[in-house]
Structures are given as C-alpha cells and as structure tokens.
C-alpha cells in the first residue's frame, strides 16, 4: 500500500513536432523519440506527485510541483489525462495502467532539501515501450527552485521533441506603469518582472542578444530617438552617434545587429557593431526600409520597405544584395519576426476594416496564415526560441497587454497583469 | 545661400491665404515651390474706426501677436508658425500645407534672429516602429520644403515623436487627423 499512489494525469494540446534529421546530425548521441500518435497532435503526460525525501521536504516538493505542472503547462505542448490510476505498485510501474489512461510519457521524481539546498531526482518513462527514457539529478539553493524545476521542463521538452524549449527564456518589452515608457523584462511565463531602464523619457523597440549580454533599444533621452547598446553586465552603454534617427534594432548574431538610421537622408538599414560603429549599409531603396529580422543562420533578412509607397515585407539575401517582396496581402504590412526554424514570417496586416492582425507567411511566400481575428487591434509578433509560440500585444481587453498564442494562433492568452500598457515585445533566444 | 525677404514674399501670402483651393493649382502630392518674386502691394495697417478715435489709436497690430484660426491653428498650435497636416501613411503636402508653408516662410523672413523645432507626428493607427519613421518624413519634408523658400536650414530643427506624442487623446477619425502633423516650436 505504501508503494501505492495515486497519480493525478493531465492532457496537454500541442502543435505537431517533427524531428528533423538535422536534430539528429547535431547530436547524434542522442535519441529522439516521435511521441505523437498518428492523427493526433497532442502528448498525453503522465506527472507523479513528487516524492517527498526526509523531515522538512514536503513544502519544497508541493511548490516544485506547482512549478513545473504550472510551466508544462504553458507551451500548450501536453495534454493531462483527469482520471486517477494506480501506477506505482509493488511488483514496479503499471505501465498498463497507465495506457488505459491514453498516457504516452509517464514522469516521477523526489525532492529532498537539506538547509537550504534541494536536490530534484526526474525519472521519465515512454509508456508504450515500458522503457526509461531519461534520469536526471538537479540541484539548487531554496530561492532558485524556478530555476531547478524549469530546467527539468527544458530536458523533458527536449527530449520529446529534440528542440529547443522556452523554459529559462526572457521576454523584453516596454512598458508605460510609471508614466514613461521604459523597458523592462519577465521570465517566459510572465514572472518576476523587472524594470531595465529609467530615462523617464521614451524608451522602445527592445531587443536582446541572443546571448542575452547585450540589449539593443532606443530612448528619446537626449531628445531625439537614439539607438542604444547597454552591455547589461556592467551597464557600459554604447549608441549609434549619428544624425537623424536610429531605431528598432535586431540581432544577427551576438555580435551584429541592424537597425534603421537616417544620416545619409533617407531611412535605411545597417549593420552595427556592438560598439555602434557601422559595419555595412544593408538597403539602397528610396523610402523608410525599417524593421530588420533575420534568418537563423543570417543569411537572409526580412524586413520593411516602403519603395512601392506603401510599407510591405522584404527578403534580402546578406550576399548578393538581392531583395524579394514576400507579402502581397493588403496595403500595409509590417513588424516582421522570422522564426527559429526559418521557414515562416511572421508580421502584423492593417485589413481593410482598419484592424490590425497577426499573419505568418513561409519565407518563400506561400501558405498565408491568419492568427489573430476580431480581437481589438493586434500587433508585434516575436517567436519563442522553440518556435511554438508567439508573443504579440492586443487591445481586446481596452488596453494594450501582451498576449501569447500557438504558431497557429490557438491558445491564446495574457501574459500577465501589469499597471499601464504594455508593447513592442521580443523573446530571447537566451536560456539560463 | 541666398537670404529669404519676408517683405517681398508676403503680398503673394495675402492672397493666397483668401484665395479658394480651386485658385491654386498644383501637380498632385508634389512640392511646388512658391514663386518668390512678387511686387509688394500693401503693407499698410487698415485705418483705425472711427469710434477710437476719442483715445490715441493703438499701434498698429502685431501680425504675428494675434491669435490665429483657421488652417494650422487649433487648440495646440495658437502661433505664430502654424502646423501642416497630413493623410494616413503619407508625408505627402498638401495644397493647403503648402500655403500654410509659405506664411510661415514669410514669418521666417521677418523674424530674421528667431529659429524653430518641426516635430513629426502620427496618429496611434499605423505600427508604432513605422510610425517614427514616418513622424521622420513629415518633419523633413516640411523643413525642406522650406528651405527650398529661402529659409536656411540652420535655423530648422527637426525631431519624430511618431506616434508617442499624441497632442488630440481622442480615438475618432478627427483626433486621428488632429494626430498627423508637423508641429512647430518657436525657439
């Protein structure tokens, strides 16, 4: 009896995950299960309670718990199953139990917490095969268990999926709470929420390295917009230095990024060093050209032109200069975000009705899809670092928050609950 | 660079100003430069009433002290430079914006030690990254085409607040309208 439990299962709706072969190059070691049942786009999950290990452990093991059922439950990845089984028995785990549930992974672990440091034991089980798929041991002070409990999300996402997961990754976005708009941060679920500037002017258009050393934004300070570099480890700030206006920038890489500058006349867009110095004018069209992404490898970027009158989105390969224009869709199309795969684009339509919604277009220009409909005015799309989700702003509640949806547009949801307005966010690639 | 004279420009301004749209032609959203050689004609202050007379008759009244309504002046722009509004996603000027341009040329022309900011603004509907861009155009726009009056640019400053300072919080067409412009500061 004492071996009994009961588990409490849980389905999650997720978006199909392909494991593609260069998953596999990149780690060959490594295998890579396809957990997702034909005609079905889902993982059934299975979470124990954890286990509690000696005198004192019982309340870390109930907050781990909330944490990671909580964060598993963000991406939209899983489905839980809500009736109750016996699954751990004398004679081991009923796995049969467990597939008269649907459960298709079956996860256990135990917590133990000795003055202050806590050591998390995972176990996670392919329920069709009967067969333990990984086992790990995580350790960490009391005040970091976010920190503990999300890095078993991350192994467990990406042991499923082969990709990369948004547990440990931030989100930079402005803010007007205090009367300015200021930049700040959160964790990828909208936690601990953190205020990055305090010009008490205007702060916008925020971007982080993908390393997440360095944040890229522009500010009105000096009365004017000013593209600014802030090394967030020591503060050291460089800007562009010129004339005219440097905004909305974006990295290319940890040591690039591109933005829009005005000095020479018209609005066009450059590639920077970190410490502002221009390292190559990347557009020659007359108009606002505005809003760089890149391709993961970054090869290619999107971006928004204005040279046939009105703004529309751009591919140019870095190489050869060469620019193509990939939406077609309405009179007005901008705030692209190319996605870490690489294949889509997504960006923000004004439609003919004047509402504002989020689209996604594949990098070559076909298989539109619409995200967002009859929901108030919906804007700033940024990928997370896995691809499955969007992060964007909406007004459908009256003011402007930030939402977060499938790539398809389902599941869609605040973020959070924060004073003022909320705008212009962008999820980092950066992981803990 | 060839120095702006107020006083032959003004003449023209006059009758601009009192002239119907249908009297000024112009080639769609082009800038068309106003012609500056134009005889002066009047520049004498109308006579006093007659019922003043009994007090001394004030001085003549300062043009560019007195209120002003009408095209570019509204309850954010009360003078002396007016503002010069703009279409949706256009930096575009107007026949209107045009005339507005060439009184405030005129002003530039009289008030040869003063200088002033062109801020570029849009109203909250256009993307806000878009939105400074554009803000951009408009302020740059209108400071060259006042150069190209004989205003030299060293006495013009230009800045976009996009769509960050709205000067008309109101969420109607009109506030929209109220929103795009390029507003001018006496420095």
């Known amino acids: ?432 | 660079m060839k120095k702006f004279n107020g006083v032959f420009v003004l003449p023209l301004l006059v009758i601009a100003g009192c002239s119907s749209d249908a009297a000024l032609t112009s080639t769609g959203s082009q800038v068309v430069p106003v012609p500056l050689a134009v005889a002066p004609a009047f520049l004498t202050p109308p006579p006093a009433p007659a019922a003043v007379a009994v007090t001394p008759a004030p001085p003549a009244p300062d043009k560019d002290s007195q209120p002003q309504s009408g095209y570019g002046f509204d309850q954010w722009q009360k003078g002396p430079l007016g503002d010069v509004f703009f279409a949706f996603d256009s930096s575009a000027l107007s026949d209107k914006a045009q005339e507005l341009l060439a009184k405030n040329a005129a002003w530039f022309g009289r008030n040869p030690s003063k200088s002033a900011r062109v801020e570029g603004h849009c109203d909250s509907r256009g993307t806000s990254e878009y939105n400074i861009a554009l803000g951009e155009r408009r302020s740059t726009g209108v400071k060259e085409y006042l150069v190209r009056l004989g205003v030299a640019s060293t006495r013009l400053e230009t800045v976009s607040f996009g769509e960050e300072r709205p000067f008309d919080s109101g969420k109607n067409s009109e506030a929209m309208a109220n929103n795009r412009r390029a507003h001018f500061i006496v420095k």
Request: aromatic fraction near 10%; charged fraction near 20%; glycine fraction near 8%.
């Open chain 1, 1 to 432: 009896m004492q071996l009994t439990r009961h588990i409490i299962a849980a389905i999650f709706v997720f978006c199909c995950f392909f494991v593609t072969p260069m998953h596999l190059v990149a780690a060959p070691e490594e295998e890579y299960i396809i957990i997702s049942k034909t005609g079905s786009d889902s993982i059934a999950l299975a979470l124990n309670q954890l286990d509690v290990k000696g005198v004192g452990s019982g309340k870390v093991a109930n907050s781990l718990d909330v944490i990671i059922r909580d964060a598993l439950d963000f991406p939209g990845l899983f489905t839980i199953l809500s009736s109750q089984v016996t699954v751990e028995e004398k004679s081991g785990i009923n796995f049969s139990a467990l597939g008269s549930i649907q459960a298709e992974v079956y996860a256990r672990g135990a917590v133990a917490s000795t003055a202050g440091n806590v050591t998390l034991d995972m176990k996670v089980y392919s329920v069709g095969t009967a067969k333990l798929l990984f086992s790990k041991t995580y350790v960490g002070k009391e005040n970091k268990l976010r920190t503990i409990g999300h890095a078993f999300c991350a192994d467990l996402v990406e042991h499923l999926t082969g990709s990369r997961s948004v547990f440990g990754s931030k989100i930079v976005f402005v803010s007007n709470s205090t009367g300015f708009k200021e930049i700040y941060q959160c964790d990828f679920d909208g936690k601990n929420v953190e205020q990055l500037t305090n010009s008490r002017s205007i702060s916008l258009t925020p971007a982080l390295s993908p390393d997440g050393k360095y944040l890229a934004y522009t500010d009105y300070s000096t009365g004017r917009p000013v593209l600014y570099i802030r090394n967030l480890l020591n503060g050291k700030t460089a800007s562009s230095g010129k004339s005219g206006i440097s905004i909305d920038p974006a990295w290319r890489n940890g040591r690039e990024l591109a933005t829009t500058l005005s000095f020479e006349g018209d609005q066009e867009i450059y590639l920077l060093k970190i410490d502002g110095s221009i390292y190559r004018r990347l557009t020659k069209s007359r108009g606002i050209d505005l809003s760089p992404t890149f391709s993961p490898d970054g090869n290619k970027m999107a971006y928004v032109s204005e040279r046939n009158g009105q703004p529309q989105i751009f591919i140019q390969e870095l190489l050869s200069d060469e620019a193509r224009r990939v939406t077609f869709n309405g009179d007005y199309n901008t705030q692209p975000s190319w996605s870490p795969a690489g294949d889509k684009i997504a960006y923000t339509t004004c439609e003919n009705s004047g509402e504002f919604n989020i689209f996604t277009v594949g990098a070559d220009g076909t298989g539109l899809r619409q995200l967002t409909a009859q929901s108030g005015q919906n804007e700033s799309p940024s990928w997370s670092p896995d691809g499955e989700m969007v992060v964007f702003t909406s007004n459908r509640d009256g003011k402007k928050r930030l939402y977060t949806m499938s790539s398809t547009g389902k599941s869609q949801r605040a973020l959070f609950r924060m004073n003022g307005e909320q705008a212009q966010p962008f999820w980092s690639l950066f992981r803990k």
